[in-house]
């Protein structure tokens, strides 16, 4: 999808002008539209409207990022409200009940938007859009099953209000008020603010609607605009009347507006029958990205918006929650290691501990790994020094014999999973008890001692929890000559 691409849709209950608009400020575009409707349909319902505007821009293969919708006056009603505040969250609290005092009825079933007209010492004047919860509840339903889920759903006028200040240029000094005229709804809209033209967010705009019946336009206009003078309080007077109609029935003389020319199109770009009026409303709906409305929203009020940004704040919600998870993990996985290496280190010295009481005649093993290693060093050294000298028998001294036996035991330590339990020496011989993984490497740990230089006197082979246990009685082989 493209980034700056949003669709704009005017939705009354039987039809739909949609309006695609790429870019932002002056580099915004028509991209495509097109008007749909359910008057032939067996039923004249929102999800109709909504299968077919889905289908009409799949069709034309339109490609947008949000959607925004512009309701029919025909659907909603508008009131004047006065409110006793002018800070914009307190509005936002109480509005719903200034609201039922003003209309005098339960306002728990209708959708709440509004605009501030005007502020003063005595508070707020607004104009309160009320509509259905039970209309808007099928309306975003259906939209939202055709993946047309918009982020806005305003009053059709409030649309209308920014298409005219966003592309409508007049003399400076013009204090206009227009009038439009579709084939059903009537618009005034007059700019509060001095310098309203190409202004974004949309300044302060009074506006009314009213439903188009089948009397005479020119008289009914002539009526509705002293009226509407009336009505909307205007600060000061108004010095140009714009008039747009779509029938093209007025016979007074007012400055006419071309609304398609305004937004730099022809009416070329228009569908075939499309109102040019229903046609502006689309394009201030699409047109929101300028002017993201907060209180002329009903989706403020009712059911909020929930597609993309929600989509968003739960992703990063997944996401950090996911980061906390593999944090914790990572942290879990470290400690298991190192438990399980403190745990090999403590098994390791507690073998280490054993052997070395064994081969250091009783000995206890000092705290410090250094120092044994030490200590064993200066013993191999005074064994090696020993195997030099025999006693005065004639037989090889306790230091070379048990050398004999370290020698072997080297050799096949590692490949037989060889354990000694006990060695005990006495002038004669050395007997052996151990263990290792198998008989067959019972016979090896033999094989070694015997290349070792010692002759195996006695042995005995046992099988024990899965390994073979033996004991073994050897001495040192005599050399010709009586040397060993």
């Known amino acids: 999808m493209q980034s700056n691409s949003f669709l704009g849709i005017y939705l009354a209950k039987d039809h739909a002008i949609v309006v695609c608009i790429e870019g932002q400020g002056k580099d915004r575009r028509l991209a495509g539209c097109f008007g749909v409707s359910a008057e032939q349909a067996e039923q004249q319902t929102p999800q109709v409207l909504a299968q077919r505007i889905a289908a009409g821009c799949a069709e034309r293969q339109l490609k947008f990022t949000e959607t925004a919708v512009a309701l029919d006056c025909s659907m909603f009603m508008q009131h004047s409200v006065h409110s006793e505040f002018s800070d914009i969250k307190k509005l936002g609290q ?46 975003l339903g259906a939209l939202a099953a055709n993946n047309l889920d918009p982020i806005s759903v305003e009053p059709d006028v409030n649309c209308l209000a920014r298409f005219v200040c966003q592309n409508v240029v007049l003399p400076p000094e013009s204090r206009p008020m227009f009038a439009f005229l579709s084939r059903r709804s009537g618009y005034f809209l007059t700019p509060l603010a001095p310098a309203w033209q190409g202004v974004s967010p949309t300044p302060a705009v009074a506006m009314r609607t009213f439903l188009l ?111 906390v998870i593999l944090i914790v993990a990572v942290g879990f996985y470290g400690l298991m290691q190192a438990m399980q290496v403190n745990k090999y280190r403590s098994r390791l010295r507690e073998k280490f501990s054993t052997e070395y009481s064994a081969v250091m005649f009783g000995q206890k093993m000092p705290d410090k790994s250094k120092e044994a290693v030490r200590r064993l060093g200066a013993a191999v050294r005074r064994i090696k020094e020993a195997q030099k000298g025999f006693s005065p028998t004639g037989e090889e001294a306790a230091a070379g014999k048990l050398a004999r036996v370290f020698q072997a035991f080297n050799k096949c330590a590692s490949a037989t999973g060889l354990n000694i339990v006990s060695v005990n020496i006495t002038d004669k011989s ?55």
């Open 94 to 139: 109480t509005i719903r009940f200034d609201t039922e005092e003003a209309l005098g009825t339960d306002a728990s079933e209708v959708a709440i938007a509004f605009k501030i007209d005007s502020t003063d010492d005595a508070g707020s004047n607004l104009s309160v859009f009320t509509a259905s919860k039970h209309l808007l509840s099928e309306l």
């Open 213 to 323: 019946s089948g009397q005479n336009r020119t008289e009914l206009l002539a009526r509705q605009v002293s009226m509407t003078t009336a009505l909307l309080h205007l600060a000061g007077p108004v010095n140009r009347l714009e008039v747009n109609d779509t029938a093209r029935k007025l016979t007074v003389q007012t400055e006419k507006i071309d609304i398609i020319a305004s937004s730099g199109l022809s009416a070329e770009n228009l569908p075939d029958g499309c109102d040019a009026v229903e046609f502006a409303i689309a394009y201030g709906a699409g047109a929101v990205q300028l002017d993201l409305p907060q209180n002329a929203n009903w989706r403020s009020d009712f059911m909020p918006y929930q597609a993309r940004v929600r989509r968003l704040q739960n992703s990063l919600k997944f996401l950090s929650v996911a980061a």
């Open 430 to 484: 050395i007997t052996i008890e151990g263990e290792t993984l198998s008989p067959d490497n019972t016979l090896k740990v033999f094989e070694a001692l015997k290349q070792a230089g010692l002759n195996v006197l006695q042995q005995r082979i046992s099988s024990d929890g899965g390994r073979s246990t033996f004991g073994v009685t050897v001495e040192p082989k005599k050399q010709a000559g009586g040397g060993v």
